[in-house]
């Protein structure tokens, strides 16, 4: 809008004023030429003697824009005459006045001047059709086409910049070497990847081998006659396993002439990075398919191989670009189903084809081609060395332009954080913007070495996070004993002692040390630590004097927590105790008969079912998980599966871990400790499944039984 010339123009004016009560507002009209362009006046003034000159909004319209100016504020305005739906929004004009109106009464105040006023917006505005008929619905849908042809060119034209950006980001990709990745791939992605078909008949067998082509007859077990002897032998050809070509020497996979297809194929993925535009970077996800096919003839006895041959075929499928101070962009390979044709687009969206792009082998080159680009420090060859798994080297990228303190992390050998990181897991960090690695990860300064140390261990990393949050000081041996019990909620512990009395409680109730690097000793520890604070939480709860010694470090802890257990839920659990054992009684009688078959113990545990229904009630409780429901003693008591109790032989009457065994099949359903975990798991796991195979056998293989034990505790 030419706003400056159109404020210039006299306002046309309100010749007379309208009679009839229920009119507020008459619309005047003109067309006046405003540079070298005719437009549309629609000014609006108040039915009023005293209105004068001045109208209360001079709307502007064009062919191609529009505009409103208010003389009163002296403002312009891009809305439109009235808002997206009639209830919404009062004519421009009266905006704010907060009058809610049908569009019967709209019509009766707010009205033109003069019938030729009507006929010259119809005129100016050729083509437009107000269904309805009012005038200003003429304006209306006059101003909502300019409105979406204005977007519709913003789209286009950002759409044309967008593929000419693709265009240019493609023009300045270099060429792939195509026969360097085809030989990468076979050297690294398909090692030993060849193809012998093969048929037996009798000592001897045809091979037909993809790597070299040929076809021979082979024997692979020696003969009776002297002769045979002599003969060139080769191995005995066995599905799925690999052997040696006996003509060209490549090793391959046996598949036998019956079970294989004409045409194998298979695909794997690759990374090559190149520069681009001097100090920017392209990453290159290539996807290369190997095919093996096998040409068979019809011979005399059917089916003959006659050959096999093998090819690699390439192609790029995504592109990342990254460049300094621009956000990484990923162009996209497609295939267009109406022409036929290959193209690249900056959009993965593409029917229900999403390309995906996941860790693969990342070619050398790319660290050389890193040299002398904004990506040369980002430590990622060191990383993926360190890790010694295929990565995503776009995702490392990425992230590490957010983050560029990870080239200092995979530097120190925290390579374990940078993972988690790379993952996006931002959770381990302390401060974003820091510098130092020990306030970048909120640990004391001192913490690093012995965080290096455990090569960013997570679980040490919490403790020492956790030991800054609190102001705390520990030691070393503190913050390791800490980490291998789990970190729980040993704040609430800490009311009442200090870090040092608390880990020396627990490693004496546990019975076991820190630091042994076994297993059953670290489960042991967390389940204890576990109970410690279950313990004490009860305590409290039951309004304990939390300052007596003999209520905080009870000499038993296992009894003292089963004690509170009970007490805690004495009254419910006596009830709920007589009610299952009179509802499932057959628990009780099948006792002895249960207990010949299921006990059994050896040094350290021992395993016998339950005596009744109260006595699982009372497990599920103590154990917090639901073996005390009526589903499990029902099955229980209907001989369809008999519940198990599998304890500590030095704490027979302390619940440990509860198993459901199927009664037939022997087969064990579930097993679980406190809390629905599975403490010590693999030990415990292994220990189950010997009991399980000891069951099976009959209890007269009870020697192999501690052999089997024994295996499995070591
Ligand atoms: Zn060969």
């Not at 824009?65 to 421009?92: H, L, N, V």
């Not at 960090?429 to 290096?452: C, N, S």
């Not at 996070?465 to 609190?470: D, G, H, L």
């Amino acid at each position: 809008m030419r706003k400056k010339e159109i404020e210039k123009i006299p306002y046309l004016g309100l010749s007379r004023v309208k009679s009839g009560k229920l009119v507020e507002y008459v619309a005047v009209t003109d067309i006046r030429q405003v540079g070298k362009e005719p437009c549309l006046f629609v000014e609006v003034y108040r039915n009023r003697k005293d209105t004068g000159e001045i109208p209360a909004v001079r709307i502007a319209l064009t062919q191609k824009d529009f505009g409103s100016y208010f003389p009163e504020s002296g403002t312009w305005s891009r809305g439109k005459i009235i808002g997206e739906s009639w209830q919404d929004t009062e004519m421009i004009w009266m905006v704010g006045a907060g009058i809610q109106m049908s569009e019967k009464e709209a019509a009766e105040r707010n009205v033109l001047q003069s019938p030729e006023d009507l006929e010259r917006i119809k005129g100016f505005l050729k083509g437009i059709k107000a269904w309805k008929g009012l005038w200003w619905e003429y304006i209306e849908k006059k101003q909502e086409d300019i409105i979406w042809k204005e977007r519709s060119e913003r789209n286009s034209r950002r759409w044309e910049r967008r593929k000419k950006a693709l265009e240019e980001r493609g023009a300045n990709t270099e060429e792939l070497p195509e026969q360097r990745i085809l030989q990468y791939a076979e050297d690294n992605l398909f090692i030993r990847e060849h193809r012998l078909y093969y048929k037996k008949h009798g000592a001897r067998a045809t091979v037909a081998c993809s790597g070299c082509g040929g076809v021979t007859d082979r024997r692979w077990r020696p003969g009776q006659s002297y002769e045979s002897q002599f003969e060139v032998k080769m191995e005995e050809p066995r599905m799925g396993l690999y052997g040696t070509c006996p003509m060209c020497g490549r090793q391959g996979k046996f598949v036998p002439q019956g079970k294989a297809r004409t045409t194998e194929r298979e695909t794997r993925h690759l990374f090559l990075g190149q520069k681009y535009k001097g100090t920017g970077m392209v990453m290159r996800y290539i996807e290369v398919e190997k095919k093996w096919r096998l040409e068979l003839t019809c011979g005399e006895k059917g089916l003959e191989m006659c050959g096999a041959g093998e090819s690699l075929d390439g192609i790029e499928i995504a592109r990342t670009y990254l460049e300094p101070g621009k956000k990484a962009k990923t162009d996209y390979h497609k295939h267009s189903r109406e022409n036929g044709e290959d193209f690249w687009d900056d959009c993965n969206l593409y029917g229900l084809n999403n390309i995906n792009i996941r860790p693969a082998p990342i070619m050398g080159e790319t660290y050389g081609n890193m040299k002398g680009t904004f990506l040369q420090y980002s430590a990622m060859k060191e990383y993926q060395r360190a890790i010694r798994e295929d990565i995503n080297p776009v995702d490392y990228l990425e992230r590490y332009l957010d983050t560029p303190q990870i080239e200092m992390l995979v530097k120190m050998g925290l390579t374990e954080l940078v993972g988690e990181l790379v993952k996006c897991h931002y959770g381990i960090v302390g401060d974003m913007e820091a510098r130092r690695p020990d306030t970048f990860l909120g640990i004391r300064k001192e913490r690093l070495a012995q965080l290096i140390r455990h090569k960013g261990d997570r679980h040490i990393l919490e403790v020492m996070q956790m030991e800054r949050r609190m102001g705390q000081n520990w030691t070393e041996g503190q913050v390791e004993q800490l980490a291998e019990l789990g970190m729980g909620r040993l704040v609430e512990a800490l009311d009442y002692m200090g870090i040092q009395k608390y880990l020396n409680r627990v490693s004496k109730y546990a019975g076991c040390g820190y630091g042994t690097m076994c297993s059953r000793a670290s489960g042991r520890l967390k389940e204890t630590a576990q109970m410690y604070l279950d313990y004490l939480g009860m305590r409290k709860k039951r309004g304990y004097d939390m300052t007596n010694s003999v209520y905080l470090f009870p000499r038993k802890l296992e009894a003292a927590h089963a004690k509170m257990v009970e007490e805690c839920n004495k009254e419910e659990y006596d009830k709920r105790t007589q009610e299952v054992n009179e509802r499932f009684q057959m628990i009780k009688k099948n006792y002895r008969k249960l207990r010949k078959r299921f006990f059994f113990q050896d040094d350290e545990y021992m395993i016998r079912p339950a005596r009744d229904a109260g006595e699982i009630v009372r497990e599920g409780r103590i154990l917090h998980h639901c073996v005390g429901g009526d589903t499990y003693l029902e099955r229980h008591d209907t001989g369809q599966s008999t519940i198990l109790f599998l304890r500590h032989r030095e704490a027979p009457e302390t619940p440990y871990i509860t198993v459901e065994i199927g009664t037939e099949a022997l087969e064990i359903r579930q097993w679980y400790g406190a809390h629905d975990k599975k403490p010590d798991r693999d030990r415990m796991q292994k220990w189950l499944d010997v009991y399980k195979t000891w069951l099976k056998c009959g209890n007269a293989a009870a020697g192999g039984m501690e052999a089997g034990m024994m295996a499995a505790g070591a």
